[in-house]
C-alpha cells in the first residue's frame, strides 16, 4: 500500500469504461495556464473533459521561459499537424489564469523569502518575481510578458483571469488579443 494505492483503484475504473481518442487539436482551441495548487484543477473549474484543453501549470501559473518554449512548441505543432482542421485565423487561444490565497504570496514577505531561497536554492530575486500577491497585477504582467515573447505565434491569442478560491468565479481581467 502507498499513498497512490486509493489512486490506482480509480484509474482501474476509469479504464474500464476507457475509450481512446486520436490525436487532434484541444477541442476548446484553449491552453490555460495556471497554478499547481490543488484547489485550482482547470478539470473541475472548467467543466473539461478530455481532450478539452491544453494545461500548463506550475507554481503560481507564471510565464516563464519554459511555459514560453511550450507554447511556442504548441503553436508549431498545431500548424503541423492540424492546419486543416483548426481556423485559419488563430490557432488557439491562451488563458492565463492567477489565483487568490496562492500559497507564492508569502514569497512578498522577505524573511519567508530568505528561509525559502535557503531551503530551495533558489536566488531570492526568481522567488520574489515569482510571488502572485496580487494575482490582478501578475496575471496582467504576465499577459503582457507572453504577447511580448519573440517566439510567439501571431495565430496564438492571450487572455487574462482570475480564479476567487473563495467564490469558485473566474474573473476575466485582460481580454484576448494576438500579438
Ligand atoms: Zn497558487
Known sequence: MTKMSPLLERNEQFAAAYTPGPLGP????????????????????????????????????????????DIAYLAFLAGQLFSGVVAAEGLFEVAVVHHTQCGTGFLADPGFRQQAAEATGQPEAALEAAAVADPYTTVKADVEHLLAAPSLSPKVSVSGHVYDI??????????????
Not at 26 to 42: E, F, G, M, S
Not at 166 to 179: C, F, M, N
Open 166 to 179: 473563495a467564490t469558485g468565479r473566474l474573473t476575466t481581467t485582460v481580454d484576448a488579443r494576438y500579438p
Open 26 to 69: 484541444p477541442a476548446a482551441q484553449v491552453v490555460i495556464v495556471t497554478c499547481l495548487d490543488h484547489r485550482v484543477d482547470p478539470a473541475s473549474i472548467f467543466g473539461l473533459q478530455l481532450g478539452d484543453a491544453v494545461v500548463i501549470r506550475n507554481t503560481g501559473g507564471r510565464v516563464t521561459p519554459a511555459v514560453i518554449d
